[in-house]
């Protein structure tokens, strides 16, 4: 490696070689350190699925039985061009016979629990003020346009992509055997629905406000949003009750519902609901719905080409069964050795973190109680969970000898799914649950219920291996376990109390202190020029929080190992956010994404380690220094 450019730019000295020899797929954005272990999980787990195919006497259980008989179908394209645009129809007809918002009445929770567009959203989560109880939760949908920045006017991307959504819109209407006058008529007015839309939702840096979120409304209040909508019905159908709190995600869009939800625009939105139903579900139709309906995804990404199909009918698969696959992969590839190895170093970090609450300078003594309070408090699941959820057993695969195909079952399971979710209502929250299957290449941190997650599939290297020595196994997988535990103390987990609950623990001098030190950490990024773009400093801050504190909280878990090695710490944690990506795709995440681009998640969060001077003789000339009174530090 060279050192001279690692004074100038750690991120290229450990990756250059790597970067300069990548290839991305075809079918991909980006590759890189997360990607390239998601795509040797891919392989395994294909090769899994085709032999148990194959070998039906090797299929472990009953669940797993069911996945191999979706997954039959999902990669039976012969069947699925065979079918055409069948399965579909029905769904465009059932929009296309309401004519009235009384039709739509009239079907309105069996509309919503069949997964029929709506313009607005209802869902189950963790009441976020009494987190031991499930809630009722009402949204805003998604724009078309990925964010609704891109509606600004003069956005140098917006009229392109709704250019290519339209065109790909209507090569979908023809395959689905609708006239060009019709398609083009519904493509024009759904676009237009779109634009009434965009003004009123929350832009991702809004979204990643988590307080803004909790707006409860009685029942009384929520139904008043719509003069033509029956919600006092809905509500009663779908949980049987006038619940006395409803949490609204984005009171400004249900407050302005009836300026675009009346009889004038009724057309409008019928077109809409047309556009969304049919560039929904084309994943599961023919080959050649697939790969016209994935055109507008691969101009926002890149990608040349669609996932191939062996590929695309495994993410189908194991998507709908991702806790079943999940489990098998845990159960067969994540020994016990690594799962006490990992859980050891969680512990190990929590102390590490609890002692730096207590030496933390700028903390009052009542604070600090209460934030070690909170972090002993902490859930941690590592590996995979205990148990499936239930309502798996209830995925019973219809195979197409006996009539199914994979979109009437993909409907009927999403169905379950929905009736399943809306029946917890009121009911006590399952905190051992997981949100990620043990196959999936991330960790997460959960604040309704304060709770670290890490699936199976990130502990590997080069996160984490026994053959690395420790100090990069804290560079790596120690860094995103603390990375992970500093999320209850970002801007938003800092919100909530030791039971998941949005409740102010802080004394109001250490919030105002805490607020400071979040600005310093936005403006460190914002402004960032990188891929022919800006970073958003407020759109990051909570996870560049939690990469400054990952980082010093395992740098000093590595410091207490007897042959600890700084430089193998510092480069193995360069090491883990390689990545190549598509331009397109690189400013899409400028938009979107609440992580700041790789390259400088991995360069500016060093430059506030003391530490990273000292091991490579970093000094003022060098292009990696920050003076001191720059440097940021929270946790």
């Known amino acids: ?17 790597w970067i300069d020899q990548a290839a991305i797929p075809a079918d991909k954005p980006a590759t890189g350190g997360f990607q390239d272990l998601v795509d040797e999980i891919d392989d395994l787990m294909i090769k899994d699925t085709l ?95 990925p964010d609704k920045t891109y509606y600004a006017e003069g956005h140098p991307q917006a009229q392109q992509l709704l250019d290519i959504f339209s065109d790909m819109t209507l090569q979908l209407f023809q395959l689905a055997g609708v006239s060009l006058e019709k398609a083009k008529a519904y493509t024009e007015e759904a676009l237009r629905f779109d634009q009434l839309l965009a003004p009123l939702v929350k832009s991702a840096e809004e ?79 023919s080959e050649e719905f697939r790969q016209a309906g994935g055109i507008y995804n691969r101009a926002l990404s890149g990608a040349p080409e669609a996932r191939p199909q062996k590929k695309a009918a495994f993410y189908l698969a194991s998507g709908r069964f991702s806790q079943v696959v999940g489990d098998y992969y845990g159960k067969n590839y994540f020994g016990e050795q690594a799962k006490k190895d990992v859980r050891k170093m969680v512990e190990t970090m929590i102390v ?14 009542e604070t600090r109680e209460k934030a070690i309070l909170k972090l002993n408090t902490l859930g941690i699941h590592v590996g995979y969970p205990d148990k499936i959820p239930a309502i798996y057993t209830q995925f019973n695969v219809v195979s197409a000898e006996d009539g199914g195909t994979l979109l009437s079952n993909a409907l009927h399971f999403s169905r379950l799914s929905r ?10 929250v399952d905190r051992d649950e997981w949100e990620m299957s043990a196959d999936t290449v991330n960790a997460y941190y959960h604040p309704f219920r304060n709770i670290i997650v890490f699936p199976a599939a990130i502990l590997q290297a080069p ?61 460190q990024f914002d402004g960032l020029e990188i891929a022919g773009g800006t970073v958003n400093g407020k759109l990051t801050v909570s996870e560049n929080i939690a990469d400054a504190g990952g ?82 530090h929270i946790w």
């Open 1 to 17: 490696m060279n050192k001279e450019m690692l004074k100038k730019d750690l991120y290229t000295a450990v990756n250059g070689d």
């Open 51 to 145: 032999n148990m195919k194959e070998h039906p006497e090797t299929i472990p259980n009953e669940l797993m039985k069911q996945y191999i008989a979706y997954y039959t179908l999902a990669q039976n394209y012969e069947k699925r061009d065979q079918d055409g645009a069948e399965p579909l129809l029905p769904l465009l007809k059932r929009v296309e016979d309401i004519s009235s918002f009384d039709d739509l009445n009239q079907q309105l929770s069996d509309w919503l629990l069949s997964g029929m567009p709506l313009p607005f959203g209802l869902d189950i989560d963790a009441d976020m003020k009494n987190t031991k109880i499930n809630a009722l939760f009402a949204g805003a949908p998604g724009l078309i346009l």
């Open 207 to 285: 979204s990643a406000d988590y307080s803004k979120m909790y707006n409860p409304q009685s029942a009384e209040e929520f139904v008043q949003h719509s003069t033509h909508l029956a919600l006092k019905k809905l509500l009663q159908d779908l949980i049987g009750a006038q619940p006395e709190k409803i949490i609204v995600t984005e009171p400004n869009y249900f407050e302005q519902m009836d300026a675009f939800v009346n009889p004038e625009t009724f057309s409008l939105m019928k077109s809409w609901m047309m556009v969304m139903t049919l560039n929904s579900l084309t994943g599961y139709l």
């Open 352 to 365: 590490v973190y609890q002692e730096r609450l207590a030496a933390n300078r700028w903390l009052s003594d």
């Open 419 to 428: 009736e399943d979710e809306f029946k917890k209502w009121n009911k006590e």
């Open 463 to 523: 996160f984490y291996s026994l053959k690395q020595s420790k100090s990069a196994n804290y560079g790596g997988i120690g860094a995103v376990i603390a990375h992970e535990i500093s999320h209850a103390f970002d801007n938003n987990g800092a919100l909530f109390d030791e039971y998941g609950n949005l409740n102010n623990w802080w004394t109001e001098t250490d919030q105002q202190q805490f607020k400071k030190l979040a600005e310093e950490m936005i403006q």
């Open 551 to 632: 980082l010093s909280c395992a740098l000093e878990a590595a410091k207490r190992e007897a042959d600890v090695d700084l430089a193998a710490f510092f480069i193995n944690w360069a090491t883990i956010w390689r990545m190549k990506a598509r331009p397109e795709y690189a400013q899409l995440l400028l938009s979107v994404d609440v992580h700041a681009p790789n390259q400088l998640r991995a360069n500016v969060q060093v430059k506030n380690i003391d530490d990273f001077y000292q091991i490579f003789d970093i000094t003022e000339q060098d292009a990696m220094y920050l003076a001191p009174e720059k440097r940021v």
